[in-house]
């Protein structure tokens, strides 16, 4: 009995395929890689060396661009701001949202479709459009407790505005949430709860580990909206207490003037490297969460 071999053409086609497709993902690393990387040698040059080409290489590590950002420039403190604003708010966002996306997910109860509509309604509204509404509230309720507060507390408080970003995230944050919980088959609840399990720590011990992929998501996507976020943190924090976001511009306008940009492209790293390191942490957990399911072998 002969065999037909399929054409040599269309045997080559998974091969040119997934040649296109290491030449496409090399193509995006590197138009990600470069501009990074040239930032990180800018850091490190002196004045005098940016008038010259700019890729040539820093003649030397000049660290002291660091340091005057750091300190001089006050992006040190800009830094612990945003560091407390953002792990306040997923604290927040991630107490409120995973019980409410367990109770959503798998639970009946009257008005849970009325909840869902207006959870999805949340996903529509662009947090910079409400930010001057979300101002004039806050102003308003300072003004009510100026005979208490008089120095003010909704404006300029870093906790406030940790507040506003996880109510903000919330309706992103269950949603997602919410549809993981439903792919988790029920057997889980039910082994759990002939153990003698309450329903407490049925969502503790046994459904939140579970969701762990669908967890570590929405904190990386809700970390990255809240460090990289600006018109919300320069309306809130008007004063001193400003994130690293504000503060980079402010460092911005004060180095193009002295035309010193060293100290600007090592406020730019300061900025950047959190965001790298958090996802180079979490991103074999991310894609694995992306790939797996609620039933585990």
């Known amino acids: ?33 470069v501009p990074v990387a040239w930032v990180l040698f800018a850091s490190l040059k002196q004045k005098g060396e940016f008038y010259g080409s700019p890729w040539v290489l820093p003649e030397g590590l000049h660290v002291q661009n660091y340091v005057d950002a750091f300190v001089t420039a ?51 509204v662009n947090v910079n459009y409400i930010v001057v509404p979300i101002f004039l509230m806050l102003v308003g309720w300072d003004r009510a407790l ?8 909704f404006i300029d408080n870093p906790g406030v505005l940790s507040l506003v970003y996880a109510a903000t995230s919330i309706p992103f944050t269950i949603y997602l949430l919410t549809a993981y919980f439903r792919s988790i088959p029920a057997s889980f609840e039910e082994a759990a709860a002939l153990d003698g399990a309450s329903r407490f720590q049925i969502m503790t ?15 990386l996507f809700n970390f990255l909206a809240y460090w990289n976020d600006f018109i919300i943190a320069l309306t809130l924090l008007p004063g001193e207490g400003k994130t690293l976001q504000v503060g980079l511009l402010n460092l911005m ?30 991103q074999r957990r991310l894609i694995e969460g992306m790939s797996s399911g609620g039933v585990k072998g």
């Open 74 to 124: 006050h992006m040190g403190q800009y830094f612990f701001t945003s560091v407390l604003v953002t792990l306040l708010a997923l604290v927040f966002v991630l107490a409120v949202s995973v019980p409410a996306a367990y109770v959503i997910a798998r639970y009946e109860f009257r008005g849970r479709g009325v909840v869902e509509v207006a959870l999805l309604a949340g996903l529509f």
């Open 1 to 33: 009995m002969t065999t037909i071999n399929p054409p040599r053409a269309r045997r080559d086609r998974p091969r040119i395929g997934r040649a296109l497709t290491y030449v496409l993902v090399a193509a995006i690393a590197v138009v990600i890689a």
């Open 146 to 153: 100026v005979d208490v507060l008089p120095g003010g507390f």
């Open 205 to 219: 011990r046994v459904m939140l580990p579970i969701a762990r992929p669908a967890v570590i998501t929405v904190i």
């Open 253 to 282: 306008t004060a180095q193009k003037a002295a035309a010193d940009y060293g100290r600007l492209y090592a406020g730019m790293v300061i900025v950047i490297v959190p965001v790298l390191i958090l996802y180079a942490l979490i």
